[in-house]
């Protein structure tokens, strides 16, 4: 599981890369505050982006998953691939009337999910042609997403990961040449386009090459996709849980000029440890746990679950220990440039900071649900998701009151963790799960080398002007001496976070190196090569 887990890693981190390079490019030429074209381009760009979200990075997978897997396991090949081609017909005409019911109403769904530009005739009416650009990615993701579970199913996680790359590429190659905010925007939407295209296609390859067989037909509503459907409506709104609290959470700060570009530039940075993280080892997790309750072995659910934990929280909370304590180091150093001005880098780093103590809750989220998923009970989750999202909307409306647009991101973290302690509970009540002694002992000692690591990070920032000054005396230039800064900080972090980690126990040496050693029995056909 872990050695999927950091698979699937590898390859969205090199996606991650590229599109923070797409992010700067997207700030560099719309700005955020300063103009309405990067508000509007988020804005046209949050619709596929959430329905991405829900679909490919697991959600429609949790429900697909287990079945497809069941079926090929108990059905044979030939049944388990019509099935998988029925889901995608009744998957494919769900999205397309839905895009074309959006497409016919957009200025009146523009209305509803932004209803602070309405103020401003020009930004309301460029958001509504960008999303209309933008709306036909969501039955791309959906096939992408289906296709992406057969694979999954097929114990093969590569281009699950490596396919959000072209989204990434292409909007670099559409928003670069145009040097303007709104002609930037425009580009850009239709690079979102054509990446949705792409991405389908890319997925479709690797599906024939696995040796699945999933054929274009036209949808039918058999007794086992109305079960399907059953299962992954719910499954939906239970994983994407975070995405659509931070989708509530755009609607609620959209008045504000400026605003949802500053939390989507919060999105990239704490969203990280999620996708790398979380989706990662949810993605990897399900199979494991869903053969070891449908054969009975209790024991093996529960290590599943433990480790899982353990090995995520190692990895996310030093992440979180980052965004805590030095959000505006990050902002500042990374995207302050061009028409993304130091007001906007002050106002993102405050909402950042919000955001960090949620971080390891918006992972436990995506191990905690799959522990419902696996035993087909995708109802219980999604009724604890619809719940999040009533506290995100209560609290974010308060605390945007007293405290603005952190308000938001501190409501989304809040809604994250009361989340994650009903899911846990309940598992624990059913007797379905509850963390082993041995895991709360490494969690406790995880969480006291994230918390150094937190003061060595805190210190760095306290010094960043004299660190900023020594490099300027050598001759390095002041514009670069703050990106040298936080990456020589941000190579220190990731040196000595292993070492405080073995320090504590957190995890051993032998642990690490158990988990990195591929058994005799894993062959390549396990693990599918790249392709070349």
Known sequence: MIRSSIIFSAFTLISKVM???????????????????????NTAFAFPNLFRRIFAEGAFASAFVPTYAKSLEHEGEDVADTLAADAMATLAAATLAITVAAELAMPWVIMAFAPGFAANPAKFHLTVILTMITMPYLPCMAI????????????????????????????????????????????????????????????????????????????????????????????????????INVFVSQILVSPINGARS???????????????????????????????????????????????????????????????????????????????????????????????????????????????????????????????VAITVAAGLTLFHLIGVPGIAAATSLAAWLNVIMMSFTLARRGHYAIGARARSKLIRILAASVALGLLLAAAGHYRPQLQGLLGSLSLGPIHAKEIV????????????????????????????????????????DIPTPLP
């Not at 599109?19 to 509007?40: I, K």
């Open 144 to 243: 992408y997403a289906h296709l992406s579970g057969v694979l999954q199913a097929r114990n093969r996680f590569i281009l699950s990961a490596v396919a959000p790359v072209l989204l990434n590429i292409w909007t670099l190659v559409t928003v670069i040449p145009a040097h303007a905010p709104q002609p930037a925007a425009i580009a850009a939407s239709w690079g979102v386009l054509a990446a949705g295209v792409s991405q389908a296609a890319l997925l479709w390859y690797g599906v024939r090459r696995s040796g699945a067989h999933v054929d274009w037909r036209w949808p039918r509503l058999t007794p086992q996709i109305r079960q399907l459907i059953g299962l992954a409506v719910p499954g939906a709104i239970a994983a994407s849980a975070s995405q």
């Open 486 to 525: 936080i990456l020589l900080v941000l190579v220190f972090a990731g040196a000595a976070y292993p070492l405080l980690l073995f320090a504590s126990g957190g995890i051993t040496v032998g642990e690490l190196r158990a988990a990195l050693r591929r058994p005799a029995r894993i062959e390549a056909a």
């Open 19 to 41: 599109g923070f390079v797409r992010d700067l490019a997207v700030s560099y030429y719309m700005g955020a505050s300063a103009t309405f074209a990067a508000d509007a381009f």
């Open 262 to 388: 500053w939390l989507a530039v919060c999105d990239r940075l704490y969203q990280l440890p999620q996708s790398l993280v979380g989706v990662a080892i949810g993605v990897a997790l399900l199979p494991r746990l869903s053969r070891a309750v449908h054969g009975g072995d209790e024991a093996g659910s529960r290590s599943a679950m433990d480790e899982a934990i353990t090995f995520s929280m190692a990895l996310t909370l030093p992440a979180a220990a980052a965004l805590v304590t030095i959000p505006f180091f990050m902002i500042d150093a990374l995207y302050t440039r061009g028409a993304f001005k130091s007001l906007d880098a002050h106002a993102t780093a405050l909402a950042l900071q919000q955001y960090g103590w949620g971080v390891p809750a918006f992972v436990l989220a995506q191990i905690t649900n799959r522990a419902f998923f696996a035993r087909q009970d995708t109802a219980t989750p999604m009724r604890y998701a619809l719940i999040s």
